[in-house]
Antibody, heavy 119, light 111 residues
Framework: QLQLQESGPGLVKPSETLSLTCTVSGGSINRSTYYWTWIRQPPGKGLEWIGS???????WYKPSLKGRINISVDTSRNQYSLKLNSATAADTAVYYC???????????WGQGTLVTVSS | QSALTQPPSASGSPGQSVTISCTGT?????????VSWYQQYPGKAPKLMIYEVSKRPSGVPDRFSGSKSDNTASLTVSGLQAEDEADYYCCSYAVSRTYFVFGTGTKITVL
Protein backbone atom coordinates (compact mmCIF):
# COMPACT_ATOMS: atom_id res chain seq x y z
CA GLN A 1 0.00 0.00 0.00
CA LEU A 2 1.45 3.32 -1.07
CA GLN A 3 2.24 5.79 1.70
CA LEU A 4 3.53 9.34 1.53
CA GLN A 5 5.12 11.07 4.53
CA GLU A 6 6.08 14.73 4.79
CA SER A 7 9.02 15.83 6.92
CA GLY A 8 10.75 19.10 7.66
CA PRO A 9 10.84 22.07 10.06
CA GLY A 10 7.52 23.19 11.48
CA LEU A 11 8.72 26.75 12.00
CA VAL A 12 10.44 28.96 9.45
CA LYS A 13 11.54 32.57 9.89
CA PRO A 14 10.31 35.20 7.44
CA SER A 15 12.61 35.65 4.40
CA GLU A 16 14.15 32.22 4.95
CA THR A 17 13.62 29.08 2.86
CA LEU A 18 10.80 26.67 3.60
CA SER A 19 12.04 23.12 2.93
CA LEU A 20 10.08 19.89 3.02
CA THR A 21 10.72 16.32 1.91
CA CYS A 22 8.21 13.65 0.99
CA THR A 23 9.21 10.02 1.45
CA VAL A 24 7.29 7.53 -0.67
CA SER A 25 6.97 3.95 0.57
CA GLY A 26 5.14 0.93 -0.75
CA GLY A 27 5.79 1.89 -4.36
CA SER A 28 8.45 3.33 -6.63
CA ILE A 29 8.63 7.03 -7.41
CA ASN A 30 10.09 5.94 -10.75
CA ARG A 31 6.68 4.85 -12.08
CA SER A 32 6.01 6.57 -15.38
CA THR A 33 2.28 6.80 -14.70
CA TYR A 34 2.45 9.22 -11.79
CA TYR A 35 3.38 12.77 -10.97
CA TRP A 36 4.48 13.82 -7.49
CA THR A 37 2.80 16.92 -6.15
CA TRP A 38 2.70 19.47 -3.34
CA ILE A 39 -0.63 20.95 -2.25
CA ARG A 40 -1.04 23.34 0.68
CA GLN A 41 -3.88 24.59 2.83
CA PRO A 42 -3.61 27.74 4.96
CA PRO A 43 -5.32 27.39 8.35
CA GLY A 44 -9.08 27.62 7.91
CA LYS A 45 -8.81 28.09 4.14
CA GLY A 46 -9.01 26.07 0.95
CA LEU A 47 -6.62 23.85 -0.97
CA GLU A 48 -3.96 25.25 -3.27
CA TRP A 49 -1.94 23.26 -5.82
CA ILE A 50 1.61 24.59 -5.78
CA GLY A 51 3.56 22.25 -8.04
CA SER A 52 4.29 18.81 -9.46
CA UNK A 53 7.31 16.84 -10.64
CA UNK A 54 7.72 13.82 -12.88
CA UNK A 55 10.31 11.15 -12.06
CA UNK A 56 12.40 12.43 -14.99
CA UNK A 57 12.70 15.81 -13.25
CA UNK A 58 10.20 17.77 -15.34
CA UNK A 59 8.34 20.30 -13.19
CA TRP A 60 5.18 22.38 -13.26
CA TYR A 61 4.65 25.24 -10.80
CA LYS A 62 1.79 27.52 -9.75
CA PRO A 63 2.43 30.62 -11.88
CA SER A 64 2.30 33.04 -8.94
CA LEU A 65 5.07 31.10 -7.15
CA LYS A 66 7.49 30.86 -10.07
CA GLY A 67 10.83 32.31 -9.09
CA ARG A 68 10.41 31.27 -5.44
CA ILE A 69 9.65 27.56 -5.76
CA ASN A 70 11.76 24.55 -6.60
CA ILE A 71 10.67 20.91 -6.54
CA SER A 72 13.24 18.18 -6.99
CA VAL A 73 13.21 14.38 -7.01
CA ASP A 74 15.69 11.83 -5.65
CA THR A 75 14.74 8.50 -7.20
CA SER A 76 17.51 6.65 -5.33
CA ARG A 77 15.87 7.57 -2.01
CA ASN A 78 12.29 7.44 -3.31
CA GLN A 79 11.83 11.03 -2.16
CA TYR A 80 10.92 14.38 -3.58
CA SER A 81 11.39 17.80 -2.03
CA LEU A 82 9.95 21.30 -1.93
CA LYS A 83 11.89 24.50 -1.43
CA LEU A 84 10.08 27.82 -1.20
CA ASN A 85 12.38 30.84 -0.95
CA SER A 86 11.73 34.16 0.77
CA ALA A 87 8.97 32.74 2.93
CA THR A 88 6.32 35.07 4.32
CA ALA A 89 3.41 34.64 6.71
CA ALA A 90 1.23 33.95 3.67
CA ASP A 91 3.13 30.67 3.20
CA THR A 92 1.92 29.39 6.58
CA ALA A 93 -0.10 26.29 5.78
CA VAL A 94 -0.49 22.55 6.08
CA TYR A 95 1.60 21.12 3.27
CA TYR A 96 0.54 17.83 1.71
CA CYS A 97 2.59 15.60 -0.54
CA UNK A 98 0.27 13.91 -3.00
CA UNK A 99 0.43 11.44 -5.86
CA UNK A 100 -1.21 12.54 -9.11
CA UNK A 101 -2.23 10.09 -11.76
CA UNK A 102 -2.51 10.52 -15.53
CA UNK A 103 -6.32 10.92 -15.18
CA UNK A 104 -5.41 13.62 -13.79
CA UNK A 105 -6.50 13.54 -10.16
CA UNK A 106 -4.89 13.38 -6.74
CA UNK A 107 -5.47 9.86 -5.50
CA UNK A 108 -3.04 9.35 -2.65
CA TRP A 109 -2.28 11.94 0.06
CA GLY A 110 0.20 12.23 2.88
CA GLN A 111 -1.13 13.17 6.31
CA GLY A 112 0.11 16.75 5.92
CA THR A 113 2.52 18.83 7.96
CA LEU A 114 1.95 22.31 9.36
CA VAL A 115 4.61 24.88 8.55
CA THR A 116 4.40 28.23 10.31
CA VAL A 117 6.32 31.22 9.02
CA SER A 118 7.00 33.48 11.98
CA SER A 119 9.85 35.19 13.76
CA GLN B 1 -5.83 31.55 -12.35
CA SER B 2 -8.54 32.40 -9.86
CA ALA B 3 -10.03 29.78 -7.56
CA LEU B 4 -13.11 28.03 -8.87
CA THR B 5 -16.33 29.30 -7.27
CA GLN B 6 -18.27 27.05 -4.90
CA PRO B 7 -21.10 27.93 -2.50
CA PRO B 8 -19.74 28.14 1.07
CA SER B 9 -22.35 25.78 2.44
CA ALA B 10 -25.08 23.30 1.57
CA SER B 11 -27.30 21.14 3.72
CA GLY B 12 -29.87 18.39 3.67
CA SER B 13 -31.63 15.92 5.92
CA PRO B 14 -30.64 12.26 6.07
CA GLY B 15 -31.84 10.45 2.98
CA GLN B 16 -32.18 13.60 0.91
CA SER B 17 -29.95 14.73 -1.97
CA VAL B 18 -27.69 17.75 -2.08
CA THR B 19 -25.91 19.18 -5.11
CA ILE B 20 -23.00 21.60 -5.00
CA SER B 21 -21.69 23.59 -7.93
CA CYS B 22 -18.20 24.51 -9.07
CA THR B 23 -17.91 27.34 -11.58
CA GLY B 24 -14.82 28.11 -13.60
CA THR B 25 -13.96 29.34 -17.07
CA UNK B 26 -13.25 28.08 -20.57
CA UNK B 27 -9.60 27.86 -19.51
CA UNK B 28 -10.28 25.22 -16.89
CA UNK B 29 -13.66 23.59 -16.10
CA UNK B 30 -15.25 24.33 -19.46
CA UNK B 31 -12.23 23.45 -21.56
CA UNK B 32 -11.97 19.70 -20.91
CA UNK B 33 -13.32 16.87 -18.77
CA UNK B 34 -10.71 16.93 -16.03
CA VAL B 35 -12.68 17.95 -12.94
CA SER B 36 -12.19 16.05 -9.69
CA TRP B 37 -13.85 16.29 -6.29
CA TYR B 38 -12.38 15.79 -2.81
CA GLN B 39 -13.93 15.16 0.60
CA GLN B 40 -12.14 16.49 3.68
CA TYR B 41 -12.94 15.92 7.34
CA PRO B 42 -11.57 18.40 9.90
CA GLY B 43 -7.89 17.83 10.58
CA LYS B 44 -7.62 15.11 7.93
CA ALA B 45 -6.17 14.87 4.45
CA PRO B 46 -8.60 15.15 1.54
CA LYS B 47 -9.90 12.04 -0.20
CA LEU B 48 -10.58 11.66 -3.92
CA MET B 49 -14.30 11.10 -4.54
CA ILE B 50 -14.78 11.81 -8.27
CA TYR B 51 -12.35 12.16 -11.18
CA GLU B 52 -12.74 13.04 -14.86
CA VAL B 53 -16.05 14.78 -14.05
CA SER B 54 -18.09 11.68 -13.24
CA LYS B 55 -15.90 8.64 -12.53
CA ARG B 56 -15.75 7.12 -9.06
CA PRO B 57 -12.59 5.51 -7.64
CA SER B 58 -12.94 2.04 -6.22
CA GLY B 59 -14.52 2.13 -2.78
CA VAL B 60 -16.43 5.40 -3.18
CA PRO B 61 -20.18 4.83 -2.69
CA ASP B 62 -22.37 5.27 -5.77
CA ARG B 63 -24.34 7.88 -3.77
CA PHE B 64 -21.69 10.28 -5.01
CA SER B 65 -22.01 11.41 -8.62
CA GLY B 66 -20.56 14.17 -10.76
CA SER B 67 -21.56 16.04 -13.89
CA LYS B 68 -20.62 19.09 -15.91
CA SER B 69 -22.33 21.64 -18.12
CA ASP B 70 -20.31 24.33 -19.85
CA ASN B 71 -18.15 26.05 -17.24
CA THR B 72 -19.93 24.56 -14.20
CA ALA B 73 -19.30 21.16 -12.64
CA SER B 74 -21.55 19.64 -9.99
CA LEU B 75 -21.29 17.04 -7.25
CA THR B 76 -24.47 15.33 -6.07
CA VAL B 77 -24.69 13.32 -2.88
CA SER B 78 -27.82 11.19 -2.83
CA GLY B 79 -29.27 9.46 0.21
CA LEU B 80 -27.38 11.74 2.58
CA GLN B 81 -25.80 10.09 5.58
CA ALA B 82 -24.33 11.62 8.72
CA GLU B 83 -20.85 10.59 7.60
CA ASP B 84 -21.18 12.78 4.49
CA GLU B 85 -20.88 15.91 6.63
CA ALA B 86 -17.53 17.33 5.54
CA ASP B 87 -15.88 19.93 3.33
CA TYR B 88 -15.87 19.28 -0.41
CA TYR B 89 -13.49 20.78 -2.95
CA CYS B 90 -13.58 20.65 -6.72
CA CYS B 91 -10.41 20.83 -8.78
CA SER B 92 -9.77 21.39 -12.48
CA TYR B 93 -6.79 20.83 -14.71
CA ALA B 94 -6.08 23.85 -16.87
CA VAL B 95 -6.53 23.59 -20.63
CA SER B 96 -2.88 24.64 -20.95
CA ARG B 97 -1.97 21.46 -18.99
CA THR B 98 0.42 23.53 -16.87
CA TYR B 99 -1.47 24.01 -13.60
CA PHE B 100 -4.40 22.98 -11.43
CA VAL B 101 -6.95 25.18 -9.72
CA PHE B 102 -9.09 24.23 -6.73
CA GLY B 103 -12.52 25.45 -5.76
CA THR B 104 -13.22 27.61 -2.72
CA GLY B 105 -14.79 24.69 -0.88
CA THR B 106 -18.29 23.82 0.32
CA LYS B 107 -19.25 22.55 3.74
CA ILE B 108 -22.05 20.02 3.59
CA THR B 109 -24.11 19.82 6.78
CA VAL B 110 -26.44 16.91 7.45
CA LEU B 111 -29.35 18.28 9.43
Amino acid sequence: QLQLQESGPGLVKPSETLSLTCTVSGGSINRSTYYWTWIRQPPGKGLEWIGSIYYSGSTWYKPSLKGRINISVDTSRNQYSLKLNSATAADTAVYYCVRRGFDPSFDNWGQGTLVTVSS
Amino acid sequence: QSALTQPPSASGSPGQSVTISCTGTNSDVGGQNYVSWYQQYPGKAPKLMIYEVSKRPSGVPDRFSGSKSDNTASLTVSGLQAEDEADYYCCSYAVSRTYFVFGTGTKITVL
